[in-house]
């Protein structure tokens, strides 16, 4: 997998510049909770310097240090969601997913004009 702007050049040239990428982690877990972030990365932000691939595919210590770069920089904007065992049980994991992200875009200080969203539709 390839970390690429294609979605947001072609919103951003349309004049929408705050746009939210959301994703959860946790859905195929067979416990614990499902967790959401949402993020907004400015227009001006560069990753290929950071040789960002799929999380999956980093080693803890890469990992951690592309989460201090995201996480410790004033232009990036993010927020996290959970969704508890209890209410997986109750509403089915993929409404709780589907939760989780919400409560991610909610946090977020701004809100965003548009969403890009890995995973499944309602």
Not at 49 to 58: A, E, V
Not at 79 to 84: E, L, P, Q
């Amino acid at each position: 997998m390839r970390c690429g702007f294609r979605h947001e050049k072609k919103l951003w040239s349309l004049g929408i510049v705050r746009i939210a990428g959301i994703d959860e982690a946790g859905r195929g877990a067979l416990a614990g909770p499902v967790v959401a972030a949402a993020a907004i990365l400015p227009e001006s932000c560069r990753l290929r310097r950071l040789r960002l691939n799929d999380s999956k595919q980093l080693s803890p210590d890469r990992r951690e240090e592309i989460f201090q770069y995201l996480t410790t920089r004033s232009e990036i904007l993010w927020s996290v969601g959970i969704v508890d065992h209890l209410e997986i049980d109750r509403i089915n994991i993929l409404r709780a997913s589907h939760a989780a992200m919400r409560i991610a875009v909610a946090g977020l200080t701004n809100l965003p004009e548009h969403a890009l969203i890995d995973g499944l539709p309602a």
